[in-house]
């Protein structure tokens, strides 16, 4: 469809042949076309599933969501934005309806200004053809061979009832662009239901089926269901709110320091033992020298077991971003830390250093080079450090980053200990101790 052109890039869709999400995509430029918005005021939502993997073939702000969650991400969007010259879309499966019906419902009976695009291949497509919630009775499915045996959910009559601005149930074939044209001008919360076939599933399990007997024998009716006019959900302004950011609780530089460039520090060690925190003072006090500090903490979900990483940046210019690939200081303060950050030992520079706690393997293996050996294999230079032995396991991150301040002198390292002592822990732990080398 040459008209669909401007909002979809000239690479090949990437679905299955005769997959039923070509024609949506294409149906859906062709009408954004029609209807005179531009890329850039329109922003496409998708969620999980086959269809979610169109996200790189809009020229369109794009936004990739959660199974399910879809709709809730756009309602976020939508009441955010709240300006009704830009244009909301959701793509979402059958399976991620079933999963998230709950959003369509609260979005449709809040009228958020957005439509929703179901893609009813009645089958999980993604996931090896389980049935969804809207598969109907009778349909086969690799994994149901005998057919569904209840019936499916009605999608566009909850929608109605829910409130719908807009709703509308059509079969996939052929250009049905004018219909999506006129659900995206209609103010409000838009919903169409686009019937369709999963070649990969759907059609092996039902051998010669067509969508449209399908939707006959199944009640799934082709019909506009509601053209309304209720009022749009339009976001109030409270003015009178004060700013999240607590002017009191701005750090105050107090130190000074003669870095030059930034630094990239990665502290690994051992969940429950204060890694995050660490790492948090550290960019703190840096901070409270006049750099600018990123923290980034990485963990299981398990949060008390395994590793507890944190890459911290500090630099005498603005930073943009937080994390990095490849550090150029790796502390490493326990077994857990060291099987975290095997991968960036590797890959460090040799102008690189590593500090390891000499308790996970005996020092005289820390000068290895060899990924067979019983040490790490990198090109940086390597320092032990009895870092568990002279603070403990609870604070050896803590003593860790004192320890290389010491030798690096990025900035003074009165200004950690006054981060750590003005802190609740100040109250608990004698910190002086800590910066004796």
Not at 106 to 129: K, S
Not at 411 to 430: D, H, Q, V, W, Y
Request: with cysteine; net charge neutral; aromatic share 8%.
């Amino acid at each position: 469809m040459k008209e669909s052109s401007v909002f979809l890039t000239s690479s090949p869709l990437p679905f299955c042949s005769g997959c039923g999400h070509t024609l949506v995509a294409e149906n859906t430029g062709k009408a954004l076309n029609k209807s005179g918005f531009s890329p850039l005021d329109v922003i496409l939502v998708t969620d999980i599933g086959c269809h979610g993997i169109i996200d790189k073939s809009f020229n369109t702000h794009t936004v990739h969501g959660l199974h399910g969650r879809s709709v809730a991400l756009a309602s976020g969007i939508s009441a955010g934005l709240n300006n009704p010259e830009k244009k909301v879309i959701v793509f979402i499966g059958d399976g991620g309806v079933s999963i998230g019906m709950q959003h369509i419902l609260d979005a449709a009976h809040n009228n958020y200004n957005m439509t929703v695009v179901v893609h009813n291949n009645m089958l999980y497509g993604m996931t090896g053809g389980q049935p969804s919630e809207l598969t109907p009775m009778g349909f086969k499915t690799p994994t149901l061979p005998q057919g569904v045996d209840h019936p499916n959910h009605d999608i566009c009559k909850l929608a109605v009832t829910a409130g719908a601005n807009y709703v509308r149930r059509i079969t996939g074939i052929g250009d049905y662009s004018e219909f999506f044209a006129e659900a995206f001008m209609h103010p409000g919360f838009s919903l169409l239901e686009v019937l369709e076939n999963c070649p990969s599933y759907a059609q092996k399990a039902n051998p010669g089926i067509k969508i449209k007997n399908i939707a006959a024998e199944s009640g799934y009716e082709e019909k506009l269901f509601a053209s309304g006019d209720r009022k749009i959900y339009k976001t109030r302004i409270n003015t009178g709110t004060k700013s999240l950011i607590d002017e009191s609780k701005c750090i105050a530089p107090a130190y000074s320091s003669q870095l030059e460039k930034p630094v990239r520090i990665m502290l690994s060690g051992s969940a429950g033992e204060g890694v995050q925190n660490a790492a948090e003072f550290f960019a703190k006090a840096a901070i409270k020298s006049g750099l600018h500090a990123t923290k980034k903490g990485s963990y299981p979900v398990t949060v008390g077991v395994g590793f507890s990483s944190a890459e911290i940046i500090i630099s005498p210019e603005e930073i943009f971003f937080s994390g990095f690939p490849v550090p150029d200081i790796l502390i490493i303060t326990s077994q857990d830390g060291l099987d975290y950050a095997r991968g960036s030992l590797s890959s460090m520079k040799p102008e690189g250093r590593v500090f390891i706690d000499n308790s996970i393997i005996p020092p005289a293996l820390w000068n290895s080079r060899s990924a067979n050996s019983t040490g790490p294999a990198s090109s940086s230079t390597i320092t032990s450090h009895d870092f568990r032995g002279r603070a403990g396991r609870k604070n050896a991150a803590l003593y860790s980053l004192a320890y290389y301040l010491n030798i690096a002198k990025f900035f003074p390292p009165e200004a950690f200990l006054e981060t750590l002592t003005e802190s609740r822990l100040g109250e608990k732990i004698n910190f002086k101790g800590m910066f004796t080398f």
